[in-house]
């Protein structure tokens, strides 16, 4: 499992959300969205040796999306369609629509979707962390 | 040789190398005890039987051509040489293989759960057993 590719091929199947901005890397800074999400998928976990020999590793991916303000209502509305199980906006659809990620793994299956805030120029932005489990 | 983990193990079924897809493997060497306790033992007395040794394997099953599935349940009911390494590499007096028949007397090809990757693990009594130390 190269990590980098991993990271990198979970952006591409976040960006099958249309209007979805993602970032396969933790950004300095940002312009929180006002009219939709963006999501950064962030470092992995990893627990090595999940077969013999250094056959494959296991991992853990946070992915962070943002919606928008706290207060914003079109925002709690996004964020229903991201955290929805199927659907053209949900994000454990499009991350498992691939589960080898191109082949960068064997397996993989979105495991949970915990809310949260992030804040930023002293604003409370909605939030979703998920996390991915991957074997490779 | 010194203390090693056991995380290397060379898995190899036939001619195939399936060790990508075990997570645990041991052979179990058991030799029958056969009681011959006479009228004038005051403890009872043993002599080694016959040996039934025993091979487990927890392996992650894949339906790929020729690969974990493939090569156990087409063997289901006969028998498959399976050959261990403990480090992965080269044979020597250190390092033996252990090169065995195994009755395939079980399999599981579905093994499914929500939070798990499908799995399979297995128990094959071993009915012929060589030691080597260079091959």
Same mark, same amino acid.
């Given at each position: 499992m190269i990590p980098s590719t991993v990271r990198t091929n979970l952006k591409t199947a976040l960006q099958t959300i249309t209007g979805m901005r993602v970032f396969d890397y933790v950004p300095d800074s940002t312009n929180i969205p006002t009219n939709n999400a963006f999501a950064i998928v962030g470092q992995l976990s990893m627990n090595y040796d999940f077969t013999l020999n250094r056959g494959f590793d296991s991992a853990t991916c946070q992915v962070i999306v943002v919606? !928008?303000?706290?207060?914003?209502? @079109?925002g709690q509305s996004r964020l229903d369609g991201l955290i929805a199980s199927s659907g053209s906006t949900s994000i454990k659809t499009?991350?498992?629509? @691939?589960?080898?990620?191109? !082949?960068?793994?064997?397996?993989?299956?979105?495991?949970?979707?915990?809310? !949260?805030?992030?804040?930023?120029?002293?604003? @409370?932005?909605?939030?979703?962390?998920?996390?991915?489990?991957?074997?490779? | 040789m010194a203390i090693f983990m056991g995380n290397k193990v060379a898995v190899i079924v036939g001619t195939s190398t399936i060790t990508d897809h075990v997570s645990t493997v041991s052979l179990a060497r058991e030799i029958d005890q056969v009681e011959i306790t006479a009228m004038n033992d005051t403890v009872q007395n043993m002599i080694g039987g016959i040996e039934r040794p025993t091979l487990n394997?927890?392996?992650? =099953?894949?339906?790929? *051509? $020729? /690969?974990?599935?493939?090569?156990?349940?087409?063997? &289901?009911?006969?028998? &498959?040489?399976i050959k261990l390494i403990?480090?992965?590499?080269?044979? /020597? $007096?250190? =390092?033996? *293989?252990?090169?065995?028949?195994?009755?395939?007397? /079980?399999?599981?090809?579905?093994?499914? $759960?929500?939070?798990?990757? $499908?799995?399979?693990s297995v128990s094959l009594p071993v009915t012929a057993l060589t030691k080597s130390t260079s091959a």
């Open positions: 919606v !928008g303000r706290m207060s914003e209502k @079109d499009a991350i498992e629509a @691939d589960k080898t990620l191109s !082949g960068a793994v064997q397996t993989l299956r979105v495991v949970s979707a915990s809310p !949260g805030t992030i804040t930023s120029a002293n604003i @409370d932005y909605l939030s979703y962390q998920y996390s991915v489990e991957l074997i490779g | 394997l927890e392996l992650y =099953n894949d339906f790929a *051509s $020729a /690969s974990v599935n493939a090569l156990f349940e087409d063997a &289901l009911g006969t028998k &498959l040489n403990p480090v992965s590499g080269t044979v /020597s $007096a250190t =390092n033996p *293989s252990y090169t065995m028949s195994c009755l395939i007397s /079980s399999w599981t090809p579905v093994n499914g $759960a929500v939070d798990a990757v $499908a799995s399979v």
